[in-house]
């Protein structure tokens, strides 16, 4: 008991942060607001000031009663479910706003080279993992409700198995769309990136003419854009509803 409610407190910190962050790229991008300014610096204050303010809301809702919370995993799981259809359909469409940051549909030629590691100055698997671990600790949702199960002892091991099975599978198979889809840095220049690469160079250079990544000249693509997912499907704004749900 005492390490599952530590592991449930450091979840409900990392989702959180997850929250917080995706709201202040909302609200700098979509509506230009920001309380601090722009610099890296003043964008993680405001991440801390929404993250508390997102703290104190869960906080008193708790204290209020979790009685309709099993029932809002309902809405939040629909909400899921419509952000990674959204995600897969968007992966099929190409326009030029999405060609412009690094899309390209389909292509072998990116999926065999994002296939192996391509890691920036100073990552390394277990920065690049620790980002990821956040994702996979939503499994232990199926046991926050167990009082709500009628059979809880059979219930929450067949439904963390089947948790850990259908998340795997799901985050292998967005892993690999967004690696056959998406180079990792792009220009935003429609006529450079209009070209579809033939080869691993074409492939590797952000506007396929000796630019590097790290040049300030490319700040979409996978490596330098958060919002490339969002930039991948259908319509990006189902995207961030859908990291609402799963952060909440």
């Known amino acids: 008991g005492i390490v599952f409610s530590i592991a449930n407190a450091i979840a ?3 989702y ?4 917080a962050e995706t709201l202040c790229e909302v ?3 979509e509506g230009g607001f920001s309380i601090f300014g722009e610099s890296p610096a003043e964008q993680m204050n405001d991440m801390r000031i929404w993250g508390l303010v997102t703290l104190m809301i ?3 809702i708790s204290m209020a009663g979790m009685a309709w919370e099993s029932k809002a995993q309902i809405i939040l799981l629909v909400l899921l479910i419509a952000a990674m259809v959204n995600f897969f359909v968007g992966t099929f469409i190409r326009t ?3 060609t412009q940051q690094g899309f390209n549909v389909y292509n072998t030629i990116i999926l065999k080279y994002n296939l192996v590691p391509h890691y920036q100055e100073g990552e390394s698997f277990f920065t690049v993992f620790s980002v990821f671990f956040p994702a996979a600790t939503g499994i232990m949702a199926g046991a926050n409700i167990s009082g709500d199960l009628k059979n809880p002892s059979d219930a929450i091991p067949k439904g963390t198995l089947l948790a850990v099975g259908l998340s795997t599978i799901t985050y292998c198979l967005f892993a690999v769309q967004a690696g056959a889809t998406t180079i990792l840095g792009a220009t935003g220049n429609l006529t450079q990136m209009a070209v579809m690469p033939t080869d691993f160079d074409q492939a590797t250079q952000c506007i396929f003419n000796n630019v590097t990544f790290n040049d300030g000249k490319c700040p979409y693509g ?3 854009s958060f919002s490339a997912m969002s930039m991948m499907s259908g319509y990006k704004h189902i995207i961030t509803i859908g990291i609402f749900a799963a952060t909440l």
Not at 16 to 19: A, N, R, W
Request: positive net charge; charged residues 15%; aromatic residues 10%.
């Open 27 to 29: 609200l700098r991008v």
């Open 16 to 19: 959180i942060v997850g929250f």
């Open 58 to 60: 869960l906080f008193g």
């Open 96 to 98: 030029d706003t999405k």
């Open 12 to 14: 409900v910190a990392m």
């Open 222 to 224: 996978l490596h330098n």
